[in-house]
């Protein structure tokens, strides 16, 4: 069942309260609402500066809103068999005849209904206020910008939207937030001893990690991955990023360099091993004692 609390939603944030007690809500105007009451077995007028409809919310059961074939969302154009009157789906709606009767009967009615049929997004404790419709709401929950990711450190079992995982960081872990600008070359001084390093972007407060690893005794690897929940790794990120790191004070000849995308990642099992996917290898000698002396570009694509 689809759970809401039942209440009148007016166009400029007004809000008709619940029954109580068995007496009729009455409806409750924000400043510059104009409401004249006619009294018992008067008129009532209401005016409003915003035209735009209004809304409600409701409860139901899930059931009416599934394709009753495939029993996933239905999404229009919907469709009713004559025989038996089955609600199916565009998909479904050809194979129908082979089991009941052919579903040529469009219901323009209910493909109203489920094109204005909205749930909050499940994500909503972790900072999400978006309502989105029933069909699409797999896909939102896809995408959405507050779908939690976890904290990488050992043993911590935080899980938050990526800017809350910025304050836990910060918070929780003394861990510093370096703020970096796409398209510009910055560097970076990294110990060692640190697994994972956070980096975000100032133009969309997207959220880095810097990892590194021991490549057995001779290297050290290091790479960048992007926080977020979707997790589409390289293939459908946005970003595409340089590395190199070269010693202090030597020509360009004593230097690694690495340009990939950037693989994403919801940090479900911690930080990624930096050996996997596409990496940066730096040998011992160009190494600094126990910092790496890194140069990181990162792009738009």
Known sequence: MISAQANTRLPNGARAAPHQDGERGRLKPEEGDVMQDGGEGGSAVMAVEDTAELQ?????????????????????????????????????????????????THCGELDAVVSAAKILCPYGKFGCERYVVFHGAAEHQRTCPCAPCSCPEPGCAFQGSPPALLDHFAAGHSRPVIAVRYGRSWSLSL?????????VGQEDRSVFLVCLGALG??????SLVHVRAD??????????????????GDDKDRRVLMASRVSSSALTGGAPAPDQGMFLAVPQELLSG???ALRIRIDQL
């Open 56 to 104: 409600i919310d409701v409860r139901m059961d899930v059931d009416a809103l599934l394709c009753q074939a495939c029993l996933l969302p239905l999404k229009p154009p919907i469709f009713k068999c004559d025989a038996a009157g089955h609600i199916l789906c565009s998909y479904c709606r050809g194979g129908h005849g082979q089991t009941c009767s052919r579903a040529d």
């Open 191 to 199: 110990p060692l001893s640190q697994r994972w390093h956070v980096i």
């Open 217 to 222: 005794a001779a290297a050290t690897a290091v």
């Open 231 to 248: 997790g589409g790794g390289a293939a459908a990120t946005k970003f595409w990023c340089k590395l190199s790191v070269e010693r202090p």
């Open 290 to 292: 126990d910092m790496v």
